[in-house]
């Protein structure tokens, strides 16, 4: 199957600072990409639909300012948490699927992100 | 709205017993289908998805899930299950919401004893 990465898997940060998630989709395009945080023994919440070459869809209740999506290319999307504070510790996953989501979607394996 | 429904938060089995997962949804229209696996500090891993035709799809691992329209259901089911299965399960519906989005349930842990 098709290969996600993400880097890094693991940040911890200062609050106040910034911290810049990659996700490249390995062996494929991906038009569209996907953002999920996910809090501890909880489910995925989807944050922002990224499409490459356009502004990311956020979902109701997301900052956008706070979480600032950028889809350059078809193989990358980054997530950049800006002004970090500790309730933003998670854990964030990407994925890219087709079909605009319809068709399965590949995950990558995760950035724990820790803000002291 | 759409939504998706594991009613159970965490479940036990022995090894070599049966599994069954549970998975409700809510969607008015015919849904796409999805079981995913996550190992601890992990991404997610397709076991199967259901999109039209036969109603009991068969996935990896030895996981198979059946189609139940009458119910809303779609639950995960397999004969005999490994140690290694001990995981969290999540089931999802891809559901169109103004562009086509995934929407996964709480997720159900399976514990797994000798």
């Known amino acids: 199957g098709a290969v996600v990465s993400q880097h890094p898997s693991r940040v911890i940060c200062k609050s106040g600072t910034s911290v810049k998630i990659e996700c490249r989709s390995l062996?494929?395009?991906?038009?569209?990409m996907f953002w999920y945080r996910q809090f501890p023994k909880q489910s995925l919440m989807l944050m922002a639909t990224?499409?490459?070459?356009?502004?990311?869809?956020?979902e109701q209740g997301v900052e956008k300012d706070k979480f600032l999506i950028n889809h350059a290319s078809l193989t990358l999307s980054t997530l950049t948490v800006t002004s970090a504070h500790p309730e933003d510790s998670s854990f964030y996953i990407c994925?890219?699927?087709?079909?605009?989501?319809?068709?399965?979607?590949?995950f990558g394996p995760g950035t724990r992100l820790t803000v002291l | 709205a759409q939504s998706v429904t594991q009613p159970d938060i965490h479940i036990t089995v022995s090894e070599g017993a049966s599994l069954e997962l549970r998975c409700n949804y809510s969607y008015g229209a015919t849904p796409y289908l999805f079981w995913y696996v996550q190992s601890p500090g992990q991404g997610l891993q397709l076991l199967l998805k259901y999109f039209s035709g036969d109603t009991l799809v068969q996935g990896i691992k030895g996981f198979e899930a059946e189609f139940k329209r009458s119910q809303s259901s779609f639950n995960l089911r397999k004969p005999s299950v490994h140690w290694s299965d001990a995981a969290e399960y999540f089931c999802a519906v891809a559901a169109n919401t103004g562009g086509f989005k995934t929407i996964f349930g709480a997720g159900t842990r399976l514990f797994v004893k000798a």
């Open positions: 994925s890219a699927g087709g079909l605009a989501g319809v068709d399965e979607q590949f």
């Open positions: 990224s499409n490459e070459g356009s502004k990311a869809t956020y």
């Open positions: 062996d494929f395009q991906a038009t569209t």
